[in-house]
């Protein structure tokens, strides 16, 4: 049977797969979101947090385009807490602890609820392509579903098995089915795969914890939400505390003497594991002089006893894993519930994808997440959002949506992906980013809602708001400059009752919140004509005026990356037959295709005297093209 109702396919509802099924239906595509089970709609299988350093400036830019992930948990979270918020703006991120089931019943109620979006619970085993072109997909049951684009999200559930020492089971995440047909369809297709892994620690029963032997963690008083939708009111709610606590030389001592039953030590796992979230395994070998570890015990929801021990993620046996967490003060009487265990899975080497995260090789074949070969669910968000959006830009026919490095960490992320070769599961930090200070989360809207409006995900609403939001910013500023205060005993007066010293000569209102410890704020009782202005807008006026040389400073940096990011590579380029590159850089540009110079530079084996060669190239390429088209005018 086949059926033809669906202009797009998603397979997978996951972090991914929700934001990409959202997205195309959103911009009025009739979709299909396929899961192999329902009740996983956007389940957190890992740490029940959403955001952390980097990865909540993603959720912030994920919201600013029109995704749904921060609007969700700003309904679903327990704890909220703003990273780093001693230091600079450009690393606050949120983190936010959140409820996992209400988080998963949340964003399926969204799906369940949303216009031209159908879920339907099915294995999708075969991808159906005619002439490099994507034409649907296959599910268990035999029925095809033809459409005119896919998106691939299956996470970690393709050929998956979880190994907990020597206990191997070839399921999904939490012991759901996984998916073990679709692999050998892609591989027919021509698409490459990788094993790589990833780990989970074990869930402990609440009641056989001894908090007083940790020290409690809590959310911030005032909540800032993650969404710019949110009313910052409504996120104003009761929080419960997360709890620290510490391995030490016993815990260490009994991972040691057990490390030859470990399936990743003893080489049992195949797959490549996330260095930048290792398994205690990892840490106690690799940081050896380490006499201890941070352990943090989080609440999986309000509505169970099960709490998550971050920081122990492990594949050990369990009679291993029992005595581990037993020797960390706190858990000496644990329960575990859930098995600490590892996971293993297919992906694809995302070299194989344009920016757009569509296949070189396959018109209309998207993919997003885990798949693609990252970690973690904001960065599938971000990834799904963007493929989703791509996949209905193809069947309607418009230019595909492209965030490069200057514009966001999804950029950074997707070019990460896509232009260097990926050798473990791909964690987003600040310190991938070359222009931090521009890339805040404060400002995510500012830089991507044009975007996400222009795409159609954004309402007009949302946009009218930005465009006062930035006219408001930009005069505010300008009236501080133009307003002078001279150096009078009232000022100084001023000045010392709220922390700072006196004016020897006259300054502008802008001048003073210059002032490291002076702010917009703090400066009110010497400006009472100001407007009456929302806290987003007041937060962008101090760091627009305190960071100005820094931001100018990488704005003229971003300037420069733009010249070699708009140098655009045309398609069908022989780059063998480019004289003064080198073979080496020759094979890698043909393997690669990189859509720019840009691109191309940061190419892992490309030479700034490559780059050189090729940009003389593309110029007398041009010229010479120009050259013709004359003649032929003539
Ligand atoms: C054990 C474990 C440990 C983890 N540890 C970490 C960690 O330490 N740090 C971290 O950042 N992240 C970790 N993660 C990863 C995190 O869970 C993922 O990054 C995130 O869930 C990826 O989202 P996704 O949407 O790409 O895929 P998933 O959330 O895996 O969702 C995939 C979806 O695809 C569906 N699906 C797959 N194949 C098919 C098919 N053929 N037909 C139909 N439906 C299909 C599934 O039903 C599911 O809905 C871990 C995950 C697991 C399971």
């Given amino acids: 049977m086949v059926i033809e109702d669906y202009e797009v396919a998603i397979v997978g509802a996951g972090h991914a797969g929700c934001e990409a099924a959202l997205a195309c239906a959103r911009l009025g595509l009739k979709t299909i979101v396929f899961t192999v089970s329902v009740n996983s709609i956007a389940m957190m299988p890992c740490n029940p947090n959403i955001g952390g350093s980097s990865k909540g ?98 996470g970690v559930y393709l050929k998956a098995r979880c190994l907990c020492g020597e206990a191997i089971t070839y399921t999904g995440p939490n012991g759901l089915q ?92 195949e797959g490549t ?79 194989q994808l344009k920016p757009s995260l569509e296949f070189k090789k396959i018109n209309g074949l998207f993919s997003g997440g885990q798949f693609n070969g990252s970690s973690g669910y ?60 521009l890339l805040r989360q404060d400002n995510a809207d500012i830089r991507l809602r044009h975007k996400g409006f222009e795409v159609g995900l954004i309402s007009k609403e949302q946009i009218d708001y930005l465009n006062y939001k930035e006219e408001m910013i930009n005069s505010e500023i300008e009236r501080l400059k133009s307003i002078k205060v001279g150096a009078s005993k009232k000022t100084s007066e001023f000045l010392i009752s709220v922390g700072s010293t006196p004016l020897s000569t006259g300054a502008s209102l802008e001048e003073l919140i210059r002032r490291p410890e002076l702010s917009y704020e703090k400066i009110s009782q010497i400006d009472p004509d100001r407007p009456v202005l929302n806290d987003d807008i007041i937060e962008q006026i101090n760091i627009e005026i305190k960071y100005r040389g820094y931001i100018d400073r990488e704005e003229r940096q971003v300037s420069q990356f733009k010249k070699l990011e708009n140098r655009l590579i045309p398609d069908g380029i022989d780059f063998k037959s480019i004289h003064g590159i080198r073979i080496e850089a020759q094979q890698k540009l043909t393997d690669f295709k990189p859509v720019s110079v840009g691109q191309a530079a940061r190419i892992q084996g490309i030479s700034p005297a490559d780059i050189q060669v090729l940009l003389i190239y593309l110029k007398t390429r041009a010229q010479s093209m120009n050259g013709n088209k004359e003649e032929d005018d003539e």
């Fill in 57 to 154: 400036h993603l959720v912030r830019e994920i919201d600013a385009l029109g995704g749904e992930m921060g609007k969700n948990i700003d309904k679903t979270f327990i704890q909220s807490k703003m990273l780093n918020s001693s230091k600079g703006p450009a690393v606050h991120s949120l983190r936010a602890q959140a409820d996992k089931e209400d988080y998963s019943r949340e964003m399926r109620k969204v799906l369940e609820n949303q216009d031209n979006l159908t879920i339907k619970q099915a294995e999708v085993t075969e991808l159906i392509i005619n002439d490099g072109v994507v034409g649907g997909v296959k599910v268990n049951t035999g029925i095809e579903y033809l459409t005119k684009a896919v998106v691939l999200c299956t």
């Fill in 378 to 437: 904001e960065e599938a968000a971000a990834q799904g959002l963007v493929a989703g959006i791509n996949a209905a830009m193809y069947v309607l026919n418009r230019e595909p949506m492209i965030i490069d490095r200057s514009e966001g960490y999804i950029g950074v992320l997707i070019d990460d992906l896509v232009t260097k070769d990926s050798f473990e599961p791909y964690r987003m930090m600040t310190s991938r980013a070359e222009y931090r200070l």
């Fill in 178 to 269: 996984s998916a073990n047909y679709l692999s050998e369809s892609l591989k027919k297709a021509g698409i490459v795969l990788q094993r790589f892994k990833t780990g989970t620690p074990a869930r402990i029963d609440k009641r056989s914890i001894d908090f007083s032997k940790m020290e409690p963690q809590y959310g911030d008083r005032r909540v800032v939400p993650f969404s710019f939708s949110t009313d910052p009111e409504s996120v104003q709610k009761e929080q419960v505390p997360c709890f620290l606590t510490y391995t030490n030389e016993e815990t260490h001592n009994i991972i040691k003497s057990n490390l030859d039953r470990s399936p990743i030590y003893a080489g049992v796992i």
């Fill in 273 to 351: 594991g996330p260095r930048y979230c290792p398994s205690i395994e990892d840490k106690v070998v690799k940081f050896s002089d380490k006499p201890r570890h941070q352990v943090f015990l989080e609440p999986e929801g309000l509505n169970t006893n099960e709490w998550y021990v971050d920081g122990m993620s492990s594949s050990l046996p369990e009679d291993v894993q029992v005595k581990m967490y037993r020797s960390v003060p706190g858990l000496e009487n644990a329960h575990i519930v859930r098995n600490a265990y590892a996971i293993e899975y297919d992906c694809i080497k995302a070299k």
